[in-house]
């Protein structure tokens, strides 16, 4: 029923690249292979226009001015240009830095890159289904506070954060607002303009674009942000971010950009996506005893189902669904054994927490392979529950 390979199941950790999209970016695989920084010949203006194009299709995903787009290689390069370019900049000797304790390993590892420079930081914990309380974060902020950051969407649950509240906060005491929006745009409607966030990060490759390039939205605001590059050279992006741009990325992840809006338009295709995953849960947890959603059921994504199952190892599981494509939740911790340092800061149930797998949903996932891999993930937990 599905070929050769397994039903993929895990486009929260990067999503096929879209037709639309290979078929923009050849050109600049081939004849059209210019510098964007060429200034003194139709090869370089050939390539500047193409970046220019994208970068307003980038900007406009996000409600931003296309001069606030900074192109880097992904979200690990924007999450560290965020946080290591805002606390560096600054003139004050110390600093403090606040972030939840559910963020991506990229702000996390960036935070303690951070305190060996001598920099502090507060982790701010979350509720049983992984919410930040924004007045936990307004606790935290002192007079020493240089940013906080705080993801819009979880990787391995999908459940949203209250943003516009948090952003709200720390902007009353003057401290720089930074989101790792990576899984909620092109998902849901992004806006950092409605938002009111000062730096945004996100990843072509999350959003049917190509990997190896994403964007920092930097706010063009007076008194101006003031961010100290992390890679030096040639002054491209702003002086933010140096290196030849890599033209066909950028043209793709335009491409993809543009592709999300047409769909959040009617967000018929989230509202799809939403209820074949709902349709998972309903066939699994009529089926099943001792399963249970981690993560809010009310502010979440459309796409991502992080299912715990009692009695049952989520590695043994993931290994047995054969057919099936999906993960315990973060591609980048899931070499490593230890648990989710996400579902342990919910004070999930460690057994829930051992059998926790997730399913992420994308643009090319039908209701039969949902109906498919909810009665291999029936069959297969009932076997392993009997051993
Ligand atoms: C995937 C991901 C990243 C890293 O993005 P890359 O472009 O792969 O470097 C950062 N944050 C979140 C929440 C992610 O899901």
């Given at each position: 029923?599905?070929?050769?390979?397994?039903?993929?199941?895990?486009?929260?950790?990067?999503?096929?690249?879209?037709?639309?999209?290979?078929?923009?970016?050849?050109?600049?695989?081939?004849?059209?292979?210019?510098?964007?920084?060429?200034?003194?010949?139709?090869?370089?203006?050939?390539?500047?226009?193409?970046?220019?194009?994208?970068?307003?299709?980038?900007?406009?995903?996000?409600?931003?001015?296309?001069?606030?787009?900074?192109?880097?290689?992904?979200?690990?390069?924007?999450n560290n240009?965020a946080l290591k370019g805002l606390v560096r900049a600054s003139?004050?000797?110390c600093g403090h830095i606040i972030v939840?304790?559910?963020?991506?390993?990229?702000v996390l590892d960036s935070v303690h890159a951070l305190e060996r420079e001598g920099y502090t930081s507060?982790?701010?914990?979350?509720?049983?289904?992984?919410?930040?309380?924004?007045?936990?974060?307004?606790?935290?902020?002192?007079?020493?506070?240089l940013i906080?950051s705080?993801?819009?969407?979880?990787?391995?649950?999908?459940?949203?954060?209250?943003?516009?509240?948090?952003?709200?906060?720390?902007?009353?005491?003057?401290?720089?607002?930074?989101?790792?929006?990576?899984?909620?745009?092109?998902?849901?409607?992004?806006?950092?303009?409605?938002?009111?966030?000062?730096?945004?990060?996100?990843?072509?490759?999350?959003?049917?674009?190509?990997?190896?390039?994403?964007?920092?939205?930097?706010?063009?605001?007076?008194?101006?942000?003031?961010?100290e590059?992390i890679?030096?050279?040639?002054?491209?992006?702003?002086?933010?971010?140096?290196?030849?741009?890599?033209?066909?990325?950028?043209?793709?992840?335009?491409?993809?950009?543009?592709?999300?809006?047409?769909?959040?338009?009617?967000?018929?295709?989230?509202?799809?996506?939403?209820?074949?995953?709902?349709?998972?849960?309903?066939?699994?947890?009529?089926?099943?005893?001792?399963?249970?959603?981690?993560?809010?059921?009310?502010?979440?994504?459309?796409?991502?189902?992080?299912?715990?199952?009692?009695?049952?190892?989520?590695?043994?599981?993931?290994?047995?669904?054969?057919?099936?494509?999906?993960?315990?939740?973060?591609?980048?911790?899931?070499?490593?054994?230890?648990?989710?340092?996400?579902?342990?800061?919910?004070?999930?149930?460690?057994?829930?927490?051992?059998?926790?797998?997730?399913?992420?949903?994308?643009?090319?996932?039908?209701?039969?392979?949902?109906?498919?891999?909810?009665?291999?993930?029936?069959?297969?937990?009932?076997?392993?529950?009997?051993?």
């Amino acid at each position: 029923m599905t070929g050769d390979r397994p039903i993929y199941l895990d486009h929260a950790a990067t999503t096929p690249t879209a037709p639309e999209v290979v078929e923009a970016m050849l050109p600049y695989l081939g004849a059209c292979f210019g510098n964007a920084s060429s200034r003194s010949h139709a090869y370089g203006w050939e390539a500047e226009k193409a970046v220019k194009s994208a970068r307003s299709w980038v900007a406009k995903l996000i409600g931003a001015r296309p001069g606030e787009i900074i192109f880097t290689s992904g979200a690990t390069e924007a999450n560290n240009l965020a946080l290591k370019g805002l606390v560096r900049a600054s003139t004050a000797r110390c600093g403090h830095i606040i972030v939840s304790a559910v963020e991506h390993k990229a702000v996390l590892d960036s935070v303690h890159a951070l305190e060996r420079e001598g920099y502090t930081s507060t982790l701010v914990g979350v509720d049983s289904v992984g919410r930040v309380d924004p007045k936990d974060v307004a606790d935290a902020i002192t007079d020493e506070t240089l940013i906080c950051s705080v993801m819009l969407a979880n990787n391995e649950t999908g459940t949203l954060q209250p943003i516009k509240e948090i952003a709200a906060f720390c902007k009353a005491r003057g401290v720089v607002f930074h989101c790792d929006a990576v899984q909620a745009v092109g998902k849901v409607p992004v806006d950092v303009g409605d938002l009111d966030v000062d730096l945004l990060s996100l990843s072509a490759h999350k959003m049917y674009g190509p990997k190896g390039i994403g964007a920092l939205y930097v706010r063009n605001q007076t008194p101006k942000l003031r961010l100290e590059p992390i890679i030096h050279g040639g002054g491209h992006e702003r002086g933010l971010r140096s290196g030849t741009l890599p033209v066909h990325q950028i043209v793709g992840f335009g491409e993809a950009a543009s592709l999300a809006m047409r769909e959040l338009k009617t967000g018929a295709e989230a509202r799809r996506q939403a209820s074949i995953r709902d349709l998972l849960w309903d066939l699994v947890s009529s089926q099943l005893s001792d399963v249970t959603i981690n993560g809010s059921q009310e502010y979440r994504l459309p796409n991502v189902l992080n299912l715990g199952f009692s009695g049952v190892d989520a590695e043994a599981l993931i290994l047995a669904l054969r057919d099936v494509a999906v993960s315990t939740g973060s591609a980048c911790t899931s070499s490593s054994y230890e648990p989710s340092h996400v579902l342990t800061t919910m004070g999930v149930l460690r057994e829930y927490i051992d059998g926790a797998i997730r399913i992420s949903v994308g643009r090319t996932t039908t209701q039969m392979q949902m109906e498919h891999t909810s009665a291999r993930i029936v069959e297969t937990v009932e076997a392993l529950r009997l051993f």
